[in-house]
């Protein structure tokens, strides 16, 4: 086995495929790591969640990493890190064209609101509290890769 460091476009390429990252965040020198589905474009990586854990740490610091893995049949895989800047994309003015645009990439993809609109142990339900599109702005792209 190899492992050498991603050209730029290889990069991309995995931020273009995939769908599911791991989006690391912290608050008062304590980290925390969650899967979200995501959607690449325009240098951003755009998701959706319901208000929680995450979206309050990351109002609080904007500072987050995300990684993004792709494996091979064997035992190759490559892996993409994400370094940005969190944004939140609010229902009011000035925002509404980001966020239509948010809701365009992600509900192209089956299942794109999973795992954002869904708490543990609690049904989805149209009460509950409004979700939140956000985007990170990225300010770093890095990726890895390995092959036999």
Known sequence: MWIRTLEMAECLDVLNTQRLAHLACARDGRPYVVPIHYCYADKALYSFSMPGKKIEIMRANAYVSLVVDARSKDRGWRSVVVDGRYEELPERIGYKRQRDHAWSLLSKHANW????????????????????FYRVLIDEISGRMADE
Do not use: Q, R, Y
């Not at 999973?114 to 149209?126: D, R, W």
């Open 113 to 132: 609101w999973e795992p954002g609109a869904l708490k543990p142990g609690l049904p989805a339900s149209a009460n509950d509290a409004a979700h939140v």
